[in-house]
């Protein structure tokens, strides 16, 4: 496991944090696919457990990724969309720390 697995739960689910749902939201790791494959063994979303594996009303991506993607899009969209949100977040605090 590599180091920055670690870190996964130290972060908030970033799709809640996209959609402005919250900012400190729990998360656990969730491998992106694509074509039904890992896209890289150090590419993780950090996503709630909801958004990871369902809850009533909230469509997890483990749970029935067509619908997932359909409402959020392809977990390419969506990883470029969270880490482009996720490093404004990350330099706003850096820059607010320092």
Not at 29 to 50: E, F, N, T, Y
Not at 64 to 82: I, Q, S
Request: aromatic share 6%.
């Amino acid at each position: 496991m590599s180091m920055g697995f670690g870190l996964i739960h130290d972060l908030p689910c970033m799709l809640c944090l996209y959609l402005g749902i919250a900012d400190d939201t729990p998360a656990e790791m969730h491998h992106p696919l694509s074509g039904g494959r890992r896209i890289g063994k150090d590419v993780v979303l950090a996503l709630c457990p909801p958004h990871h594996r369902g809850a009533p009303n909230v469509v997890g991506i483990s749970q029935n990724r067509r619908a997932w993607e359909k409402h959020y899009g392809t977990n390419e969209e969506v990883l470029m969309k969270l880490q482009e949100k996720y490093i404004d977040r990350q330099k706003r605090k850096i820059f607010k720390e320092g």
